[in-house]
């Protein structure tokens, strides 16, 4: 259930107990692992309060995806692609760089997330990609390579950040992944 400010004060602290053992729970397993008795020891709620709001823990999982994804979104709204990549790949990585331990688990892990990340990638693909008309000018098969090529090279390089310890700076990764991503799309679209 996401919030809007309106709902009882008592719906609201059930609400945040309940987002907040999940991403901690996240944060320790795999989310195949996480069992409804164990989030709801963790919230201090009883089984019947989750599924009043929650009718799986995937319902919860997709509402996380759908929060992160929308936060994101905001973010990059008014950018036109493929003009204004560089600032949508900026931006992706200070957002990413914001974010905490679950985003990160959701974002880097190969597997029970896929889905989830996946479903986070087309939706912001749906909202930034699919208003550009350059794009949509393509080719399925040729929408499809230029996607992949760009989520390859930003989750990629964002992974591989995350598994060296995020050691390089900021700065340095954004400006990496940028000439990856910026050169390769230049490339493609001019020719």
């Known amino acids: 259930m996401r919030l809007t400010g309106k709902e009882d004060l008592r719906v609201q602290k059930t609400i945040t107990a309940i987002k907040e053992a999940f991403e901690a729970l996240i944060c320790e397993k795999d989310f195949a692992d996480i069992t409804v008795t164990e989030l709801c020891a963790r919230a201090r709620i009883n089984k019947k309060t989750f599924y009043h709001y929650y009718p799986t823990l995937d319902d919860l999982l997709v ?88 989520s390859s090279v930003s989750v990629g390089c964002y992974r591989q950040w995350v598994a060296d310890g995020k050691t390089m700076p900021l700065e340095e990764v954004i400006r990496l992944s940028t000439a990856l991503m910026c050169g390769g799309l230049d490339g493609f679209f001019r020719a």
């Open 63 to 150: 509402e996380m995806q759908v929060e992160m994804s929308s936060d994101y979104l905001e973010l990059v709204k008014d950018f036109r692609l493929p003009e204004d990549s560089a600032k949508v790949n900026r931006v992706f990585f200070e957002y990413s760089a914001a974010q905490g331990l679950a985003y990160e688990k959701i974002t880097c892990s190969t597997g029970a997330y896929s889905q989830t990340r996946q479903e986070m990638i087309d939706r912001v693909t749906e909202h930034t990609w699919g208003k550009s008309e350059a794009f949509r000018a393509l080719s399925g098969a040729e929408q499809a390579m230029v996607l992949g090529f760009v």
